[in-house]
């Protein structure tokens, strides 16, 4: 009896195996074209009584596991995600700027906007020439904005991903915490390898997002963390936050581990997926093409006001009030060199003379002698207001220079010798007030206004900026908030140098020759940067700020392009714009200086993108290069396509390791159905051989009864 009993026990267990094999097939048969499924495999083993085999159990029913493959598919998704997301935001902004070689782009349009200038040389006077030109100039300077607002636009919109993704990750390590647990529930009650499919899911969109690597418990639960190592989730989450780019705060993300711990910065850990494309874009491509343009946009802006300074039209222009310098009347001059002013009346002859030199501190009117002024803002002006005369007036005020041409018909006219002009930062002393800017500026288009440490700062003492301090990956290395000493420029930048109170320990600020604020790291290395959080409040009654007075506010770098214009009172009055030049070196006072057929200031304006300039190699750096406008064009498009290209090749490549990684994965862990068939087909016969085992067994019971009936 008991025999008959054990037959049936056994013939029992191998119908349920053999049910339990074939679920599992049809399981794998069905995800067989899934992507991302993991074969299910059922492990058995025969039951033993005391040494007395009892029959078949299912052990447990597992996915196809390999860990190597796994972990290499998952790096090679981070990796692509990252190239992936980087490709797409450089092609995108490359096709901005369009094609240098094509006459569409921008630099293309900058370049011919200077070029027509060439069509006014044999008629200067044509209204409709000038018109062309000028229409050309505006068009110029609204692409060159647009392609500044653009990069910007895409700053933010990669600033609002990187928080739109920290949330995801949040909520995939919220997700794993709980699919853990499920995990290890189902692996005590039963079949875990639905859960287990579930966390498998989240792991593998978390990838995408960051580099991981997971450690596999012997419950089935997995530990997650970084790939050098940050503990990410398990049976509990960590929490990550993002300070957008929104000017507060520097932007950065942060980690807890624990609800009480205490925030670290966590973008050093994030090597590849799409996080770190993003912080590579907002960290490192963004910044440096949005500071080549604008560096561009003010190079070109000064390129073309340098020449136009001097030019002059018939009647001269009668009155001006220059640029804000942020200059103070009480300010040192500060220039080097000589320039002349002159007053011409309305048939271009000259009137008046005013030769300034700035070495010796002394004005001579009409070839006179020599007299003396002041070395401050405000002492000069009061000599060339008395050097005027009758002729004209001079006042400063607001950091504004204006003149004025007294009597009617007069007009105002501006020279620079073939040698020795006049300089004070890195321009001339009409284009350094803006006394006849062809392009207007809202900021200023240079960080070189000329400054001395010794000049006293002007500032409100007391009041503060905050400067913020980045490695080269955009790790937040330290942020102060600096109180601005009474004292000069000097004292501000020892604050700034302070070990404890600024940035001391990671370098040293000082001025360079030409006014502008430089950074010398003290690792020798030049990749740090600055991102101004708060600026200080405008300096006396000017509207310039500390920051963008000694060039290291970004968001002033970084609106150059956005803020120019061509001159309002040009732009409503073709006929204004000057295309005559003056020689007041050797034109004497009653003599004609100048002519309305005279076209000799458009063909400099023509000339001017082949002018060497100094072109900064990184922010606060002092380092510098010098190239024409024309060649600085081509660096700026050539990096954009260059940058744009990389990303193109390496996401092509990471593509391919992806594909690679998914297909090694698949061959080894996914569903093969001529294996799975040869299973079924295994499992069906083992099915029927049970069943008939179990009904033989049944019939000799009942045979049995029977016969003890």
Excluded: C, W
């Excluded at 670290?264 to 500071?291: A, C, F, T, Y």
């Excluded at 001269?316 to 009030?321: D, Y």
């Excluded at 490549?653 to 040869?678: I, P, Y």
């Amino acid at each position: 009896m008991s025999s008959l009993s054990s037959i049936m026990n056994i013939a029992t267990s191998g119908l349920y195996t053999a049910q339990s094999g074939l679920n599992v097939v049809s399981k794998n048969v069905a995800n067989a074209n899934t992507e991302g499924y993991v074969r299910l495999e059922q492990q058995q083993s025969n039951l033993n009584y005391g040494g007395i085999n009892g029959g078949v159990t299912v052990d447990a029913i597992r996915r196809a596991t390999n860990t190597f493959l796994e972990a290499t598919a998952l790096n090679a998704n981070s990796a692509e995600a990252g190239a992936s997301v980087k490709s797409q935001y450089l092609d995108s902004l490359q096709s901005i700027f369009g094609d240098p070689s094509e006459d569409t782009s921008i630099f293309s349009t900058l370049n011919n906007a200077l070029a027509s200038f060439e069509t006014a040389a044999s008629n200067p006077t044509s209204t409709i020439i000038k018109s062309q030109i000028i229409a050309n100039l505006q068009s110029a300077l609204s692409q060159l904005g647009q392609a500044s607002q653009q990069i910007k636009n895409t700053q933010n919109q990669v600033d609002k991903d990187i928080s739109s993704k920290v949330d995801t990750v949040n909520n995939l390590l919220k997700n794993i915490v709980e699919a853990n647990s499920k995990v290890v529930s189902a692996s005590i009650t039963g079949d875990a390898t639905g859960a287990q499919e579930t966390l498998s899911g989240f792991i593998n969109q978390l990838s995408d997002l960051v580099d991981i690597n997971v450690d596999y418990g012997n419950d089935g639960s997995a530990k997650i963390y970084t790939t050098n190592g940050m503990f990410l989730a398990g049976t509990t989450a960590s929490t990550l936050s993002y300070s957008s780019l929104d000017g507060n705060s520097d932007p950065s993300i942060n980690i807890k581990i624990t609800p009480n711990s205490t925030p670290m910065n966590i973008e050093s850990s994030v090597q590849s997926g799409s996080l770190r494309g993003l912080l590579d874009l907002r960290n490192v491509d963004l910044p440096k093409i949005s500071e080549a343009v604008n560096q561009f946009a003010g190079k070109y802006a000064d390129a073309v006001n340098s020449v136009y300074n001097l030019n002059s039209t018939l009647p001269a222009l009668s009155s001006t009030t220059g640029s804000d310098t942020g200059l103070l009347a009480t300010d040192s001059l500060g220039f080097t060199g000589n320039t002349s002013i002159g007053i011409v009346d309305s048939s271009g002859t000259l009137v008046s003379k005013i030769a300034i030199d700035f070495d010796n501190l002394t004005m001579s009117v009409n070839g006179g002698a020599a007299t003396s002024f002041a070395n401050t803002v405000g002492g000069f002006t009061s000599a060339l207001n008395t050097a005027l005369g009758a002729n004209g007036t001079a006042s400063f005020a607001n950091g504004k220079l204006s003149l004025t041409a007294s009597t009617s018909g007069n007009g105002l006219v501006f020279d620079e010798p073939a040698a020795g002009g006049s300089l004070r930062g890195d321009k001339a002393f009409a284009h350094f007030f803006g006394l006849n800017n062809l392009i207007s500026s809202t900021t200023p288009t240079s960080p070189a206004s000329g400054i001395k440490g010794t000049d006293a700062n002007g500032f409100t003492a007391g009041d503060t900026f905050t400067l913020a301090l980045s490695d080269g990956n955009g790790k937040p290395l330290s942020t102060k908030t600096i109180s601005i000493p009474s004292g000069t420029f000097d004292d501000i930048i020892s604050a700034m140098n302070d070990n404890s109170t600024g940035f001391g320990i990671y370098g040293t600020f000082a001025l360079n020759s030409d006014g502008s604020l430089k950074f010398t790291q003290s690792n020798g290395g030049t990749d740090y940067s600055f991102n101004m959080i708060d600026d200080s409040e405008n300096r006396g009654t000017t509207s310039v700020s500390l920051g963008e007075m000694l060039g290291f506010s970004d968001e002033a770098r970084n609106s150059i392009a956005q803020s120019l214009s061509v001159n309002s009172k040009i732009a409503t009055n073709p006929s204004a714009l000057a295309l005559a030049t003056t020689d007041l070196t050797s034109t004497n006072v009653g003599s004609i200086a100048l002519g309305k057929s005279d076209s000799s200031g458009a063909q400099a304006l023509f000339n001017a993108s082949a002018v060497k300039l100094n072109f900064s190699t990184s922010p606060l750096s002092g380092s510098k290069s010098t190239m024409t406008l024309s060649d600085y064009m081509s660096s700026v498009a050539g990096d954009i396509g260059t940058r744009a290209s990389n990303a193109e090749t390496a996401a092509t490549a990471a593509a391919s390791f992806k594909t690679d990684a998914k297909t090694r994965l698949a061959n080894t862990v996914g569903v093969n159905l001529d294996e799975e068939l040869v299973k079924m087909t295994q499992f069906q016969q083992a099915y029927s051989a049970s069943a008939r085992m179990l009904k033989a067994a049944d019939e000799m019971f009942q045979t049995l009864l029977d016969a003890a009936g």
